[in-house]
């Protein structure tokens, strides 16, 4: 299975600033994600990290509010920009590695972000 | 497009007793199940998954699920619960002809084990 790490763990923020997450991971993996999960909610993908180019973003995520990078196979980060009190959530990194598709998916253990 | 449903947001069960968690899903194609526990501040901890073969898939912690096509089911179980079992566990589904997708995850379901 593949470590995660997240930094920073926690953080309060102030609204209008933005804040960048980043994502290590101990191994090289093929697919790299970010997900949402808001207070009392289940886990929303925000973005596919693409090594190299563009990050793939679901429905209702656009790049300018969220910019994500991956420079290699073992590291990528989101930010969080202008935020607001509604980006009040953890954010998680998450993995797949080279098994392919069949591939268990794990996750870092999140930054859980306050805007105030 | 793939889903995940969780029906309950909550189950009660006494410890000793046997438990179920329900998950059903639609995808299109053929299904990658996967069941996830998170602890109170923790991560997401991976349990177990059905990928193909034997529809008895047997996990971490003594959780097993049964994997159901007709009945688009995946549930999750366990013979005889513990109170350290409370926690929110999640269902969530890959479309095996999708490859590099991410998992989508049901909602959740509150598991509160009573001594």
């Known amino acids: 299975s593949a470590v995660i790490s997240q930094k920073p763990s926690r953080d309060i923020c102030q609204r209008g600033t933005s804040l960048t997450i980043q994502c290590q991971v101990d191994?090289?993996?093929?697919?790299m994600f970010w997900y949402r999960q808001q207070p009392g909610q289940s886990l929303t993908l925000i973005a596919t990290a693409n090594q190299g180019s563009e990050a793939t973003y679901e429905s209702g995520f656009v790049i300018d509010k969220f910019p994500i990078s991956r420079p290699n196979l073992t590291f990528s980060t989101l930010t969080v920009s202008n935020m607001s009190p509604e980006d009040s959530s953890i954010y998680l990194c998450?993995?797949?590695?080279?098994?392919?598709?069949?591939?268990?998916?794990?996750f870092g253990p999140g930054t859980r972000l306050t805007v105030l | 497009a793939q889903s995940v449903a969780q029906p309950e947001d909550q189950v009660n069960v006494a410890e000793g007793n046997p438990l179920t968690v329900k998950c059903t899903y639609s995808v299109s194609g053929n299904p990658y199940l996967f069941w996830y526990v998170q602890y109170p501040n923790r991560g997401l901890q991976f349990l177990l998954k059905?990928?193909?073969?034997?529809?008895l898939v047997k996990g971490s912690y003594g959780f097993e699920a049964e994997f159901n096509k007709s009945q688009t089911s995946f549930h999750l179980k366990k013979p005889s619960a513990l109170v350290s079992d409370s926690a929110l566990y999640f269902c969530?589904?890959?479309?095996?002809?999708?490859?590099?997708?991410?998992?989508?995850f049901g909602k959740g379901t509150t598991l509160s084990v009573s001594s």
């Open positions: 998450s993995v797949y590695g080279r098994g392919g598709v069949t591939d268990t998916q794990y």
């Open positions: 191994s090289q993996v093929t697919m």
């Open positions: 969530a589904v890959r479309d095996m002809s999708q490859a590099g997708t991410a998992l989508i």
């Open positions: 059905y990928i193909t073969g034997d529809n």
